[in-house]
């Protein structure tokens, strides 16, 4: 399964959806600046006949959301973000957002930033942020 690498050019999927088709997209650019980091196969479990179909199904749509995902961590600076903000955020399942951002961080695209913060049920989650960005001691932020 060989996809095109994204361009600066390219319009991603999310943008199509927003009616933003025409236009030099940011997720895009973004990406492009990872291409071989982020233009992979989607991963499934080995032998299991419903997660390699799971992984053809959304290999289109994983691109996108991988994507948004970085662009989301990104935007956010040094203050990163948790999987239940970035959940929130974009709107996205945690089934889908969850394996794009541990997807992200195999890479070494992203890392944990050394911050926790509360999820909205109250128990400490990591705080995600761009490697570029300076990791800090472990601490928790309420």
Do not use: F
């Not at 997720?27 to 992979?40: F, G, K, P």
């Not at 929130?88 to 997807?103: E, F």
């Amino acid at each position: 399964m060989s996809r095109k690498p994204p361009t600066r050019t390219s319009v991603c999927m999310w943008c199509l959806k927003e009616g933003l088709a025409g236009h030099e997209c940011p997720t895009r650019a973004l990406v492009a600046e990872h291409d071989e980091e982020v233009n992979a196969e989607t991963p499934s479990v080995r032998d299991s006949d419903t997660s390699e179909k799971a992984a053809r199904e959304i290999e289109a749509h994983a691109e996108t959301c991988l994507a948004r995902v970085l662009a989301y961590i990104v935007e956010r600076g040094e203050g990163g973000a948790t999987d239940d903000e970035m959940q929130v955020a974009l709107d996205m399942n945690p089934s889908t957002q969850r394996p794009r951002r541990i997807d992200l961080c195999h890479r070494g695209i992203v890392v944990d930033s050394g911050l926790t913060r509360r999820t909205r049920t109250g128990r400490d989650a990591v705080v995600w942020i761009d490697k570029r960005q300076r990791p800090l001691r472990r601490r928790s932020i309420l």
